[in-house]
């Protein structure tokens, strides 16, 4: 059963923005932090951002502290992360997180 679905990636030029969208259809009864963690080729899953249920509170990775901004709708049940002035180095697999499961993950690759 899909329970976190991530959408958004895709080819960008270096310079460029993104949204990356993550809809949770399983969690409904508690309050839960959600997380964006990358995954770049040969390396290990590191987290990017993450944000307390009350969007109150969220906190960045120094590799993307100034680029990327994470919110939340809890109305919808989604997580986004804004992602700009993209390098090549940002390119990876996005998956989020729900302190529970992940999501089957979503490319982004930035052309230089």
């Known amino acids: 059963q899909v329970q976190l679905v991530e959408s958004g990636g895709g080819l960008v030029q270096a310079g460029g923005s993104l949204t990356l969208s993550c809809a949770d259809a399983g969690r409904t009864s508690k309050t839960y932090a959600m997380g964006w963690f990358r995954q770049a080729p040969g390396k290990e899953r590191e987290i990017a951002a993450a944000i307390s249920w009350s969007g109150a509170d969220a906190q960045y990775s120094d590799s993307v502290k100034g680029r990327f901004t994470i919110s939340r709708d809890n109305a919808k049940r989604t997580v986004y992360l804004q992602m700009n002035s993209l390098t090549p180095e940002y390119t990876a697999v996005y998956y989020c997180?729900?302190?529970?499961?992940w999501g089957q993950g979503t490319q982004v690759t930035v052309s230089s």
């Open positions: 997180n729900n302190e529970v499961s």
